[in-house]
């Protein structure tokens, strides 16, 4: 991790991802259609730039913050965090974010997002402190 939260974009090519709100299969189906493989390599070399709202109401935001922090790791994409995670961040207990607390849907209809437990929400703390662009 750069001692820095502030850094210049990639050089090159890149393509701008946001508003993704936890569906993972929409993320994944995007990715492909742009011609990412399954580790976020590009032929052409271009780059991911992901700006926000990673997380939300969609079926599964851990998925997708597993799969821009690894992507981030590895060089191959960069992250600005979204009004959402950083909601989460400062504990606002806002709508759809029961999943993050590892709660059930407060509607009493069905919860149709994967729940993080209490050590799993720990590590997702940690990795969107992480990606912060960079």
């Known amino acids: 991790m750069t001692d820095s939260l502030v850094q210049s974009l990639f050089d090159g090519d890149i393509d ?13 189906a995007l990715l492909k259609c742009l011609g990412y ?25 851990p998925a997708v ?5 690894r ?9 600005v965090l979204g009004n959402h995670e950083l909601n989460i961040l400062l504990n606002e207990r806002k709508h759809d974010y029961h999943w993050f607390f590892g709660e059930e849907s407060s509607d009493g209809g069905p919860t149709p997002a994967v729940l993080l437990e209490g050590c799993n929400r720990r590590s997702a703390g940690r990795h969107w ?6």
């Open 71 to 79: 992507f981030v790791d590895e060089g191959r994409a960069q992250c």
């Open 129 to 134: 402190r992480f990606i912060q662009f960079g």
């Open 37 to 61: 493989d399954d580790v976020g390599r590009h032929s052409d070399g271009r780059r991911l730039v992901f700006v926000g709202d990673l997380t939300d109401r969609g079926p599964d935001s």
């Open 16 to 28: 701008i991802v946001g508003d993704v709100h936890g569906e993972i299969d929409a993320l994944n």
């Open 65 to 69: 913050v597993e799969l821009v922090k």
